[in-house]
């Protein structure tokens, strides 16, 4: 068999997996290996948990570009967050959240904006040392959309491992519609200073599990429980750890990412504002078990959990000046896709800015 032959069965199976996925199973959500920096994205109860006025977010993801090309996975975000005081130490957080992502030599994407509402209620300590629960919520409307026009199909094999367009394939019904999307979450931290606090959360995502189908049929999107927390402590002057950890539950799949990070702070600062961070995390998913689907009319492909396989290493780094960060990080893929190409994996930009301004209170904040 030749090399061009090779490349087009690589090709159709991409997107005869692709489609199969799409159209009948309920599909994962997108996900950034910097979750620490993209924080209304991880949970709606963080917006506003901040220590200035106002927030400013943005996140890029590149994902199988050395197996798939331009057709690769990219997934990009954009978020704006405020604080709003209420009382003595309380505060409103309002904000909003945009966010794409698409694939393939079909377009296959998805676009989501949302609203997001938070109010943090302080449950203890005082002003440098506290503690506080903050509830939130959010509501967006999505988009998903495919080029149905440059499908290939597996009624159009030629048998002979080519593709013949000539042949009949498959009707896609709605390519093109739009959801409504509500979520949920809860968050407690701790401050016991300016270099030490942790923090714990929770988030309910996609509470009204809309239809995400792009045929007749209904295909509910999972709702997704999220576990997150963290924390930094300083272990030496001017050098702190900041672990992390996140786990996503959603229908049969399992997420789990957890690793730490060294702050380094640049120069002798009584306060840090000037810092490096160097990190690794380590990523396992769950496996999926595909079922057959049957022969009866609207028979469709199930997936259920089978068990915890490594997935990646997360390298990544951090360089935080004043008001801004900015962060790197690269996935080195771990599990058996590895064997599709050399450098498989993904690489993320992300780059917060904060406005501070002036506040005639402080509310000491977990730095995400």
Not at 37 to 65: D, E
Not at 125 to 133: D, F, I, N, V
Request: glycine share 12%; aromatic share 14%.
């Amino acid at each position: 068999m030749n090399l061009s032959r090779i490349a087009t069965m690589r090709k159709l199976l991409y997107t005869i997996l692709g489609l199969g996925f799409s159209l009948a199973i309920s599909a994962q959500d997108i996900h950034f290996s910097q979750f620490y920096m993209s924080p209304l994205n991880l949970n709606p109860a963080m917006t506003g948990v901040m220590n200035c006025n106002t927030r400013m977010v943005a996140n890029y993801r590149n994902q199988w570009a050395s197996v798939l090309g331009s057709d690769a996975y990219n997934t990009y975000s954009v978020s704006y967050d405020q604080k709003i005081p209420v009382g003595r130490s309380d505060y409103f957080g309002i904000g909003g959240s945009f966010f794409g992502d698409v694939a393939g030599a079909t377009r296959f994407g998805t676009v989501l904006g949302r609203l997001s509402l938070a109010y943090s209620k302080k449950m203890g300590g005082y002003r440098k040392k506290s503690h506080y629960l903050s509830i939130g919520a959010d509501v967006g409307l999505g988009q998903r959309a495919i080029r149905g026009n440059v499908l290939k199909w597996p009624s159009q094999s030629d048998g002979q491992g080519g593709f013949d367009p000539n042949l009949p394939g498959g009707v896609i019904n709605n390519p093109d519609f739009l959801y409504g999307d509500i979520s949920a979450g809860l968050i407690w931290f701790s401050n016991i200073d300016d270099k030490t606090n942790w923090y714990m959360g929770l988030t309910m995502a996609h509470l009204n599990q809309p239809n995400i189908s792009f045929s007749n049929q209904i295909v509910s999107l999972y709702s997704r429980f999220t576990i997150h927390g963290g924390g930094m402590m300083e272990i030496a002057p001017g050098i702190s750890v900041i672990p992390n950890v996140v786990a996503m539950f959603q229908g049969p799949h399992r997420e789990y990412n957890l690793g730490s990070s060294l702050r380094f702070a640049i120069g002798n600062q009584r306060v840090v504002t000037q810092s490096w961070q160097l990190g690794l995390w380590y990523r396992l998913g769950s496996k999926a078990e595909y079922s057959v689907p049957s022969n009866e009319p609207g028979g469709q492909p199930t997936i259920e959990g089978g068990g915890l396989h490594s997935d990646a290493l997360i390298f990544a780094t951090r360089f935080d000046y004043e008001t801004y960060g900015l962060g790197f990080s690269y996935d080195y893929n771990i599990s058996k896709l590895q064997e599709g190409g050399s450098f498989n994996g993904a690489f993320e930009f992300s780059l917060v800015y904060y406005i501070c301004g002036s506040e005639k209170r402080a509310v000491y904040c977990p730095r995400f």
